[in-house]
């Protein structure tokens, strides 16, 4: 798959849609009050295409997808408007028409969100199961909670979790709101234990213990990571080092080299450190336990150089479970992702505001596409996550009180209504440009970041 097919055209796609709905919350919310619209535009920059639709309204497709404008009749300060229109001029419009018309922007980015979980959720999806095992450090939060490999969490402090990413979010919350969570866990043994991991002093500046990719997940530092399960060989490749070798579909591999190991992590932690050696392969056949000798194969993966491969696939049945939900439930869970996001987004934001959470996080377009790329590669349940996750992002930081978002035009027609009259011209240019300056910033940031992490 080439990078423009597997990372550019997710990113385009997500990016698209993001904006078509944002700018589409404006549009109907203006036209419902009767307010005329000049232009829909999807991008910036010299138009790409461009279609004259009724009422006049012009609709673009520009260059630069990285944002999207609906400009209205009246909306510029300075703008003629005749007389027999003036009615449906924006400027004219009470506080609290421009007010709604400037909030749907957003507002449509956070109903769409609560659209595309409840497609989820209501669809179903093969979900990660809540299987955990400690990370193999020295020292770790779940180490200090007791976690044992294959723990299976039933709930986080009373709230049922049924897959991983309801057992991320759980403790991502936790981590901002710096408490302890309180982990239901059934044992490998059939027994129910809880487990306390303390994040009250949790960082999530990122590490440089390791140069794992792990280490950039907040829960692998916690000490946390999905389980793994028995080396059941569900599947073996035909003229493969392990068929050659006598291993046959159902084998359990149960030691290596005289070594016990079952579970699939270990096994495929030492094929990938042996490429080219021969390994005795000790599996659990029917009855008996039989070894055979097999000459494990080599294969370049990128720049990271060799790693070892036999030619096999292993059952993994167990680490997934289908997760759905009826309508009605699916609904309130969707609506639930949705509010528990956006405070956590904005419980982020006063946490970096505070210096408890690192300007590192602050991710850019990069980022975005390479998330966007890898989700994609997932399926479309995993892509959909993601679009609604950003989508989401999208709506909170519009409405954050700063000059050229639409929260900044919010809180001046806040103040307006308050003091009863508009600001004047020179405040709002002098606030127009404080807020570009603050927004540049925060893109100078992002870009900085990204390309950080391309580096290191």
């Known amino acids: 798959m ?61 260059v630069f997808p990285l944002g999207g404008y609906v400009k209205m009749l009246g909306e510029g300060g300075g703008d003629e408007v005749e007389e027999h229109e003036s009615h449906r001029a924006f400027n004219r419009q009470s506080v609290g028409r421009r007010f709604a018309i400037v909030a749907a922007g957003p507002v449509f980015n956070l109903l769409l969100a609560v ?27 779940a180490r200090d909670a007791g976690v044992l490999e294959g723990d299976l969490v039933l709930s986080v402090d009373g709230n049922k979790i049924k897959s991983w990413q309801d057992l991320r979010w759980a ?37 440089d213990e390791s140069e794992e990719a792990g280490r950039k997940d907040p829960v692998f530092r916690m000490g946390l990571r999905p389980a793994s399960v028995p080396a059941l060989i569900a599947h073996v490749e035909e003229d493969g080092a392990a068929a050659r070798g006598g291993l046959i579909d159902d084998d359990e591999i149960v030691a290596i080299d005289g070594e016990p190991m079952n579970l699939i992590r270990e096994v495929v932690e030492v094929i990938h450190a042996t490429p080219g050696q021969t390994l005795m392969f000790t599996v659990r056949r029917g009855e008996e336990e039989r070894t055979f000798s097999v000459a494990v194969g080599e294969k370049r993966i990128g720049d990271d150089g060799a790693v070892g ?32 996001t956006s405070t956590l ?31 994609a590669q997932h399926g479309l349940a995993s892509f959909i996550h993601f679009l609604a996750f950003i989508s989401i992002s999208l709506g909170i930081l519009n409405l954050l009180p700063i000059p050229v978002l639409d929260g900044g035009h919010l809180l001046y027609y806040a103040v307006e209504f308050i003091k009863g009259s508009a600001l004047s011209d020179r405040f709002m240019e002098l606030g127009q440009k404080v807020g570009m300056v603050i927004l540049l910033m925060l893109m100078v940031f992002a870009l900085f970041n990204d390309i950080n992490r391309l580096i290191f």
């Open 345 to 375: 987004t904005l419980k982020s934001i006063g946490q970096m505001i505070l210096g408890n959470i690192s300007v590192k996080n602050i991710s850019g377009p990069i980022t975005i596409a390479d998330i966007a790329g890898k989700s």
């Open 115 to 141: 659209a595309l979980y409840w497609g989820v959720f209501v669809g179903g999806s093969d979900e990660l199961r809540p299987l955990i095992a400690p990370a193999e450090t020295q020292s770790s939060l």
């Open 309 to 340: 491969f036999i030619g096999v696939r292993f059952d993994t049945s167990a680490l997934y479970a289908r997760v759905s939900y009826g309508p009605s439930d699916a609904m309130a869970r969707a609506v639930s992702r949705t509010w528990e």
């Open 2 to 62: 080439s990078f423009f097919v597997g990372y550019i055209v997710p990113f385009i796609i997500a990016l698209g849609v993001l904006i078509l709905i944002h700018e589409l919350g404006h549009y109907l919310v203006a036209r419902w009050c009767g307010v005329k619209v000049l232009r829909f535009s999807v991008g910036f920059g010299r138009p790409l295409l461009k279609v004259q639709g009724s009422d006049g309204t012009e609709w673009v497709l520009a």
């Open 171 to 207: 403790l991502l919350r936790h981590a901002v709101d710096r408490s302890e969570a309180h982990l239901l866990v059934r044992t490998r043994t059939g027994d129910e234990a809880v487990r306390v991991l303390d994040l009250r002093n949790f960082s999530f500046d990122e590490t």
